[in-house]
């Protein structure tokens, strides 16, 4: 399991699937180790747990490693992070401590507010993607490994419009030779990790993986990918709350969001061209949920505003606000406020678990490519380009077990039911 970067996120993760396997702790919040299916008619009863339904990774079986601008070991980062309290830390500090980090493939044009030390030196990007394969055979050796997934757990970088050498591999490859600036730090991760046949999951709003050159290059390689930003906290509840609205035919007229965070996510977000790559992440959902142009009389004046805050006293402690602007029967208008306190790690941290072990069946189970199936999890899903992506959660959901039933060769449930009326 392997993720660049190795700050809040990443280190929550780690830390709280060594707790899970120790027994002191229970994995909230992650479907693939909690969640259940239904199989067959309501009547029959059966309803495993998707880990005994599919066959997934143990977590005994999990090995961990990772990138980092900086050298602190998972344990110094966590310590850092300051997510987890050290009452949890304690527990885990030898382990974490064993997990060091590999040099970074980084440059600070992509990252403005992070200054690092631990980073890998190549005359080319591609001589730096070249080590970074290196890192990931080195690795599944030394820790005599079948196999790997990669999930992205770095900074956001700066916004990256596709451009004509993202287009084909033959183009990006050249580019990645002559240094373009079109090739950010998180290209040569995605890069690697197809070439080695490892699974990509993309978990900040990055253009990365998202790109036709690299979309043909795992597929000809066999290689799940995906993306994009993690789904954690308000657009998780945006995602709920606007498809509730649209199904009751209830109109918008606004929604405005505002965020208030002091982790180093937050400080990199401070900058404005990382700012620009979240918010176009987080404001596309609406607009797809709501779908303006087929209810132009609910949702075509929809202002949406999305602003995020660094405000270090509150640390991994998010504060997400919400105010939404609603409409009903004769256009009377009606307000709904959302405060979530959240902790953005926290929710973080089981995403990360559920979508390494997702990942890694798709690729035993012969799928390649975009998984648009686990779009569950992210803020802006990747799907085909003919495509308009699938935002509703409870669609995104069905869609996910509906996967799973077809894996298994299981009939698909289509919520129908009218066998039960006969
Ligand atoms: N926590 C959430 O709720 C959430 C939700 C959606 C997306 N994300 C995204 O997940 C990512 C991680 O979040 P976090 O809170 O752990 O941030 P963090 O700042 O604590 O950790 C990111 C780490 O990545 C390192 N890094 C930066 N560039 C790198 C590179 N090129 N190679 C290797 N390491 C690199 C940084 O040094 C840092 O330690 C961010 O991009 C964030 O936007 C987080």
Wanted: proline share 5%.
């Amino acid at each position: 399991m392997l993720t660049p970067g190795m700050g809040a996120v990443s280190t929550t993760f780690m830390a709280g699937v060594e707790l899970v396997r120790r027994g002191e702790s229970v994995p909230v919040g992650s479907l693939t180790q909690l969640g259940t299916i239904r199989l067959g008619k309501r009547t029959e009863g059966r309803v495993p747990k998707i880990k005994d339904f599919v066959p997934l990774a143990k977590l005994d079986d999990l090995v961990f490693g990772g990138w980092d601008v900086f050298p602190d070991d998972a344990y110094q980062a966590a310590v850092k992070a300051g997510v987890l309290e050290s009452k949890d830390l304690d527990k885990v500090q030898k382990f974490l401590k064993s997990i060091k980090p590999m040099k970074a493939a980084f440059d600070q044009t992509y990252v403005k507010n992070l200054q690092g030390t631990h980073v890998k030196k190549g005359k080319t990007k591609y001589d730096l993607a070249e080590q970074i394969r290196q890192d990931i055979r080195d690795f599944k050796k030394k820790n005599k490994l079948d196999r790997l997934v990669m999930v992205w757990c770095a900074s956001t970088e700066v916004f990256l419009k596709p451009e004509a050498v993202h287009q084909d591999l033959v183009s990006f490859e050249k580019a990645m030779k002559a240094n373009h600036p079109a090739i950010a730090p998180s290209m040569l991760y995605a890069w690697a990790a197809i070439s080695e046949g490892v699974p990509f999951a993309n978990g900040a709003p990055n253009l990365t993986v998202d790109i036709p050159a690299l979309e043909e290059f795992a597929k000809s390689k066999n290689v799940p990918i995906g993306g994009k930003d993690f789904k954690t906290g308000q657009t998780l509840m945006k995602t709920v709350l606007a498809p509730a609205f649209k199904a009751r035919m209830l109109g918008l007229n606004g929604w405005f969001s505002t965020n208030i965070l002091g982790n180093r996510d937050g400080e990199v977000l401070d900058d404005p061209g990382s700012f620009k790559t979240k918010e176009e992440s987080k404001l596309g959902a609406l607009e797809y949920i709501l779908q303006p142009s087929i209810y132009p009389d609910l949702y075509k004046k929809i202002h949406h505003k999305v602003r995020i805050n660094y405000y270090p006293p509150r640390g991994d402690n998010k504060e997400g606000w919400d105010n939404i602007d609603i409409f009903g029967w004769l256009g009377y208008p009606m307000q709904i406020k959302v405060d979530f306190l959240c902790r953005d790690s926290i929710l973080a941290a089981p995403i990360v678990l559920d979508l390494a072990l997702f990942f890694d069946l798709a690729q035993r189970a012969g799928m390649r490519g975009i998984q648009e199936w686990l779009s569950f999890y992210f803020k802006s899903p990747m799907c085909a380009r003919e495509l308009y992506p699938e935002h509703d959660l409870f669609i995104q959901s069905m869609k996910l077990k509906n996967t799973l039933r077809w894996i298994k060769g299981e009939d698909l449930i289509t919520h129908l039911g009218a066998e039960y009326y006969d």
